[in-house]
């Protein structure tokens, strides 16, 4: 079965900042999912990548395939991206299984 | 406005009774799913279900029962049998049963019980 670890748990960055969270898979798959949970608790989708990188306004996912290892990062950061950050895979590689989730990283941005 | 609605936001019910989450998607989606968060945890995966009238136990199922009669509507019992029902549940949908299709999410319901 699939185990997908976060790092940092926990990231406090002053508005401005480069931000950067990692998050590493144990089984090879097709997809990862990026997830941002708002303070109120409601989750959106981010992005879902194979390969390569993704960009969406401030953000960016990258993902290498080789190494099980996808990071987010978020330029110029604001304080209204103080949020948790969830990164998912499937659970028995490829597409296979449903989906296991990190433990999240919550980030908090200071203006 | 298309998505997916969770009621109520908050609940609270006294030990020993059992209780209902509802979920309702207008996304014309074939997946949905419960999940249960708890604090310093991921999202669980309590149930699923890839079609109507067919669902499967995922990772923490005991103590739930859920029923999936209409393709938009997927409530989750909590039953007295769960024997730690206070948490954050939400429900979620996507397009077809596999884990390489985006995920929708409802607001969550978080359930005290006391």
């Known amino acids: 079965k699939n185990e997908v670890e976060q790092s940092p748990q926990n990231l406090t960055a002053q508005e401005g900042e480069f931000i950067t969270i990692n998050c590493s898979y144990s089984?090879?798959?097709?997809?990862l999912h990026w997830l941002q949970q708002h303070p109120g608790g409601g989750i959106v989708s981010l992005f879902m990548?194979?390969?390569g990188k993704k960009k969406h306004g401030r953000l960016i996912a990258t993902i290498n395939i080789q190494e099980k290892h996808s990071s987010l990062h978020i330029t110029a950061s604001h304080p209204r991206d103080s949020a948790v950050y969830i990164c998912?895979?499937?659970?028995?590689?490829?597409?296979?299984?449903?989906?296991?989730f990190g433990k999240g990283t919550k980030l908090s941005v200071k203006p | 406005d298309g998505g997916i609605t969770q009621s109520p936001k908050y609940l609270f019910r006294k030990e020993g009774q059992n209780v209902t989450l509802s979920c309702e998607q207008n996304?014309?989606?074939?997946?949905m799913y419960w999940y249960r968060q708890d604090p310093g945890q991921g999202l669980r995966l309590i149930y699923y279900?890839?079609?109507?009238?067919?669902?499967q136990k995922g990772d923490i199922a005991e103590g739930y029962s859920v029923s999936r009669e209409k393709k938009e509507s997927f409530p989750l019992t909590v039953t007295s049998a769960q024997k730690n029902p206070t948490a954050f549940y939400l429900c979620?949908?996507?397009?077809?049963?596999?884990?390489?299709?985006?995920?929708?999410f409802g607001p969550g319901t978080r359930l005290t019980v006391t």
């Open positions: 979620a949908s996507s397009i077809a049963p596999l884990a390489d299709y985006e995920q929708y």
């Open positions: 089984v090879g798959i097709s997809a």
């Open positions: 990548l194979s390969s």
């Open positions: 998912a895979a499937p659970g028995y590689g490829g597409s296979q299984g449903n989906l296991i």
């Open positions: 996304l014309n989606h074939d997946a």
């Open positions: 279900s890839q079609i109507v009238n067919d669902f």
